[in-house]
């Protein structure tokens, strides 16, 4: 009982046609008081759908949602306790900021004075006390998108959606937001719910990722758990980078790594580019015990600031490994090398894999 | 730079000629005749004393605007919801697209042709007048044509399309993502009509008002055909002057009178929709 | 639910109210009898007949054909430079100059009519066609200028500009590119100025005498004496001819206008 105590949102079986466009399929997930829960995925793949079904925008052909134990499929969106921050903000342009913050809590029963007072309060909150007099024309990008914060938490809610709040402003601003979202959500404790594309940005602030395709969830946990064991490939390849060879178990039941001609059919193991060593030669790769050895010659070597991507060819994969820092031994274009992987850092996807 | 110019020049110049010459000259010489006297020449304010000092011409004044106001009144009513019905409540597009060629055929039909359907419709043996006898609303017909109410109804009829048109325009533009706002912070939907949805159409309702207004105002045919000559509005004031008095001077001062006062109506209006959305 | 039911009562009824008069009109021109009657009693064209056969009817309609026509071409040859000066070019007076041509849109017709008629005369441009044109051509030029202005956008600068790049001269791109891009608007506002100026009768009735006259203003003088179904067989023909207009209009740059874009 306890457990069902803690559950803020319940998402059950709710599957969302658009004509014959599946936009979602038997999805379930449930959130927690307090937490930070992203909605991963890219364009098409659900996630902004099941964001309005959660608000009420849209109607399930299937299953149920409930918000601390209520039922609230049927519900429509001004009877949910929850808010909305949107894309492009949707700010009242015909009000000023204190008036589209205040507009919750006058709506939802409060006087003036005490809709003026809470107003002011949520402003504060996120650092626009002085602005309540202006247009939301007359501010920038970065304002605008904390006069919509202050907007959906002023009522208070025990859920905030957010609809990629952060892709309209630029990188600098929107990695200082991601910041002070994260500070903000901890300091008030009310359960985000947030859409994106962009896996950095889900990464640096859930507590746990949904990772969604074509109208599915794919996998649920902590960012850590989909980087380092990725349920599908297809979390495999968002998620991070990757190589994904085919393998196969010798009888010993070690790994061997099966060329690409034969690939198909196989398990698969994901390799993070991290994990792949780089040797000059066999030797040098015999010297550590256990690795898997690949020959191969290097396709490609490309430095970005702080790391250095090498494709290496080798078995007839293209794999990629990483090096920190600008790479010294002098790798060139065609040298031939020896790829060195440690077993235990290989994730397996078990089972026939497309 | 100089080639700018003179490409600027030569783009602005037959425009600028044309409307100077058939257009400023012109209202210009009504201005000028209007403060002329008719007989001695020399300025003068008689022309406008004659209209301003004097009862029926008032009362005359009174009656268009009156007619003006209710006309742009009951567009309003009846506008809102036709438009709101178009753009919101309509899904099918094809017939969404014949309601709109039924609201602009009017617009494409004179004024003449509109006035002289109503001169049939509201006559004493009319379908108005029959359909009400016949539905014992009324036991001897009604008189409509030489009443306000007659003109009234002429002239709502004419222009009501602008107003749909003007305030459908301004309903197609609001964004729905701030209904959903709306709705999302906790109002109903007549909460969030009457908080969000309506005050961002009010340009629209504005500039549908202020073409109305002014196209009421000023309307000659309407009035001519649908009063029989016993309803005056200050357009047939004027005509008479030109067509049939030929006095500039005095049918000038009674076309910038009237004039002045739809120029100050619209800037009434334009104030007031200025200070509404502040 | 109840709100949105009264609310399509409402429209319904006001829509037929608009179609009304009309429906009226073409009912009452097909009649049998002598008199104006609506539902008309039997059905017979031979009012058409009648009017078709009557070179005034006849006259006044090609006067007003040409009228609205040559008005019609000459304010897009005054409107689209325009548009492009004012959507294109900085120079002083620029607001000036655009309400200049804009306003015959709020200013009272009969006014307009009433000072052309009184500088005409002092100039002798009274009482023929081409008193009628100028007049006609103040009023239809801001319809064009209208429609065009808002096609002329930034985003459209930007592809005049790669042609210039390109190396096309200036009318070249005019040509190429420009006008292309506000043909819709031109074609738009052009059936605008055909129609306002084909069904004007404020501005014409000061120009017009018994040997030339405008179809609208023959209409008026007859209408204030006679009604017969003659009257309602011409009117029956200008709604129809409207009718092909708007079909025109919606089949070329389309009346879509009331429809959201999500």
């Given at each position: 009982m306890a457990g069902a105590d803690m559950t803020l949102l319940a998402i059950d079986d709710i599957s969302k046609n658009f004509g014959k466009h599946q936009a979602l399929c038997d999805i379930s997930l449930a959130i927690e008081s307090g937490e930070f829960v992203s909605l991963l995925g890219p364009s098409g793949c659900g996630k902004t759908t099941l964001l309005r079904l959660i608000a009420g925008f849209l109607r399930a052909d299937r299953g149920t949602i409930s918000i601390a134990g209520e039922d609230v499929t049927g519900l429509p969106p001004h009877r949910r306790p929850l808010n909305t921050v949107f894309q492009n903000y949707a700010l009242f342009p015909h009000l000023t900021v204190a008036d589209n913050v205040a507009y919750g809590p006058r709506r939802t029963g409060a006087g003036k004075a005490e809709a003026s007072r809470r107003a002011q309060e949520a402003l504060d909150l996120v650092g626009l006390g002085e602005f309540g007099d202006r247009y939301p024309r007359q501010m920038s990008g970065g304002q605008q998108q904390r006069v919509a914060l202050a907007r959906a938490i002023v009522n208070r809610p025990k859920l905030l959606l957010l609809d990629e709040p952060l892709s309209a402003l630029?990188?600098?601003?929107?990695?200082?937001?991601?910041?002070?979202?994260?500070?903000l959500q901890e300091k008030?404790?009310?359960?985000?719910?947030?859409?994106?594309h962009d896996q950095e940005e889900a990464m640096a602030m859930s507590d746990r990722i949904a990772v969604m395709n074509a109208g599915r969830i794919?996998?649920?946990g902590t960012g850590a758990e989909i980087y380092r064991r990725p349920a599908t490939r297809f979390v495999a390849e968002f998620i991070g980078e990757a190589s994904l060879l085919p393998v196969q178990r010798t009888g010993n039941g070690a790994l061997t790594i099966v060329p690409a001609v034969e690939a198909s059919g196989r398990s698969v193991a994901v390799l993070r580019p991290e994990h792949a060593q780089i040797f000059a030669g066999q030797a040098d790769a015999s010297t550590s015990c256990n690795l898997l050895s690949m020959e191969g010659h290097v396709e490609t070597v490309a430095s970005i600031g702080g790391v250095t991507n090498i494709y290496v060819r080798a078995l007839g994969h293209l794999v990629h490994a990483r090096r920190l820092g600008l790479v010294e031994s002098g790798l060139r274009e065609g040298q031939k090398v020896v790829l060195g992987i440690d077993p235990q850092n290989l994730h397996l996807l078990e089972g026939p894999q497309p | 730079m100089t080639a700018s110019r003179s490409v600027i020049l030569g783009l602005v110049a037959l425009p600028l000629v044309y409307f100077t010459a058939f257009f400023l000259v012109p209202l210009m010489t009504v201005f000028v005749a209007s403060l002329t006297d008719a007989q001695q020449g020399g300025m003068t304010f008689s022309n406008y004393a004659r209209i301003l000092l004097d009862e029926y011409h008032w009362s005359v004044i009174a009656v268009t605007f009156r007619l003006g106001i209710l006309t742009t009144l009951i567009c309003i009513v009846l506008g809102y919801p036709l438009a709101w019905y178009l753009v919101r409540i309509v899904k099918w597009r094809t017939w969404r697209r014949i309601c709109v060629i039924l609201l602009v055929l009017p617009l494409f039909t004179s004024n003449i042709v509109r006035s002289f359907g109503w001169m049939?419709?509201?006559g004493r043996n009319g379908l108005v007048n029959e359909t009400l006898q016949a539905g014992g609303l009324i036991e001897r017909p009604i008189r409509f044509l030489g009443t306000e109410t007659g003109i009234l109804i002429g002239l709502v009829y004419i222009l009501l399309p602008f107003v749909v048109l003007t305030i459908g325009n301004a309903l197609a533009k609001v964004d729905h993502s701030l209904e959903q706002a709306s709705a999302d912070l906790g109002a109903s939907s007549a909460s969030t009509f009457w908080h969000v949805t309506f005050p961002l159409s009010i340009p629209g309702v504005v500039s549908g008002s202020i073409i109305?207004?002014?196209?009421?105002?000023?309307?000659?045919?309407?009035?001519?055909?649908?009063?029989?000559?016993?309803?005056?509005?200050?357009?047939?004031?004027?005509?008479q002057q030109y067509s049939s008095v030929f006095n500039f001077h005095y049918g000038g001062a009674l076309a910038i009178t009237l004039l002045v006062f739809t120029l100050l109506m619209i800037a009434i209006a334009s104030l007031v929709s200025r200070l509404g959305a502040r | 639910m109840a709100i949105r039911f009264l609310i399509r009562v409402l429209a319904i009824m006001t829509l037929a109210y608009l179609m009304l008069p009309l429906i009226v009109i073409i009912g009452a021109s097909l009649t049998t009898s002598e008199f104006l009657a609506f539902p008309p009693q039997g059905l017979t064209l031979r009012w058409y007949e009648v009017v078709v056969l009557d070179p005034t009817y006849v006259d006044s309609f090609v006067t007003s054909a040409i009228l609205a026509m040559l008005a019609t071409l000459v304010a897009v040859a005054l409107a689209v430079p325009a548009a492009l000066a004012i959507a294109r070019h900085d120079f002083p007076g620029k607001a000036a100059f655009s309400s200049l041509l804009l306003s015959p849109l709020v200013l009272p017709h009969l006014v307009l009519g009433a000072a052309l008629l009184q500088f005409g005369s002092s100039i002798g441009l009274v009482r023929n066609f081409s008193a009628l044109l100028v007049g006609h051509?103040?009023?239809?030029?801001?319809?064009?200028?209208?429609?065009?202005?808002?096609?002329?956008?930034?985003?459209q600068q930007t592809l005049e500009e790669a042609s210039r790049d390109l190396g096309a001269d200036a009318f070249t791109t005019f040509f190429l590119v420009t006008l292309p891009q506000i043909r819709s608007g031109i074609i738009s506002g052009a059936i605008f100025a055909f129609i306002t100026s084909f069904i004007n009768v404020e501005l014409s009735i000061f120009n017009t005498t018994a040997s030339l006259n405008t179809i609208p203003v023959q209409l008026f003088n007859y209408v204030q004496y006679s009604v017969d179904p003659t009257i309602a067989a011409v009117s029956a023909a200008t709604i129809l001819a409207a009718v092909v207009a708007i079909i025109v209009l919606d089949l070329t740059v389309g009346l879509d206008?009331?429809?959201?874009?999500e």
């Open positions: 630029d990188l600098q601003l929107r990695k200082r937001m991601q910041i002070e979202l994260k500070q008030i404790g009310i359960a985000f719910v947030f859409v994106t794919e996998q649920v | 049939v419709l509201l109305v207004f002014a196209l009421a105002v000023s309307a000659y045919v309407t009035p001519a055909l649908l009063s029989g000559g016993r309803v005056t509005v200050l357009a047939v004031l004027v005509f | 051509v103040v009023i239809v030029t801001p319809f064009v200028l209208r429609t065009v202005l808002p096609l002329l956008s930034r985003e206008f009331l429809s959201e874009n």
